[in-house]
């Protein structure tokens, strides 16, 4: 193998390195923790129930404030235009009251980085 295929070989196995540690998140750990820090305000699952928060089933790829059915939804979140993804949900749970002046989201702060991976992989099953 010459120097440039080696190189491309380098830059290939970086990127493969790089994609599966963006999706490390364990699915399984995650729907634990969203069952505790989550659930009190939002349910998961086919037409599940709106409660304090709207439904999450199907929340990825879908519009910031667009669940239908669900009445609650400030005017700071409706008007962002974010489409959720793995990204807006970690910025979200990071810190929710920053995410948006006047979110309503009264909990849901996950400090933990992994722990919110493990919760954004189980969001992204929600489909
Ligand atoms: C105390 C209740 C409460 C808890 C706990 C909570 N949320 Fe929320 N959540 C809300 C409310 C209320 C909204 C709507 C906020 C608004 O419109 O300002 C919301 C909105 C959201 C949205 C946007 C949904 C959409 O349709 O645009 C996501 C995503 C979300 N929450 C994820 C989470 C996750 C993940 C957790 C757990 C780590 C969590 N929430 C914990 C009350 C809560």
Redesign the pocket.
């Known amino acids: 193998m010459n120097k440039s295929a080696l190189l491309i070989a380098a830059a290939f196995l970086t990127t493969a390195f790089i994609s599966a540690s963006a999706s490390a998140g364990d699915a399984k750990a995650g729907e634990e923790?969203?069952n505790k820090?989550?659930k009190?305000?939002?349910t998961a699952s086919d037409n599940g129930k709106h409660?304090?928060?709207?439904n999450?089933m199907g929340?990825m790829g879908?519009?910031?404030?667009?669940?239908a059915g669900?009445t609650?939804?400030?005017d700071?979140?409706?008007g962002m235009g974010v489409t959720?993804d793995a990204a807006s949900?970690g910025k979200?749970?990071t810190d929710?009251p920053a995410f948006?002046a006047?979110?309503?989201?009264?909990?849901?702060?996950?400090k933990d980085a992994a722990e919110r991976d493990n919760?954004i992989a189980y969001?992204e099953t929600l489909k």
């Not at 409660?51 to 709207?54: A, H, R």
């Not at 879908?62 to 669940?67: C, D, K, L, P, Q």
């Open positions: 923790l969203f820090k989550c009190m305000c939002h409660g304090m928060g709207p999450l929340v879908r519009s910031v404030g667009t669940a669900y609650k939804y400030s700071a979140m409706k959720w949900i979200l749970i929710p948006a006047g979110n309503m989201m009264k909990g849901g702060q996950v919760i969001i």
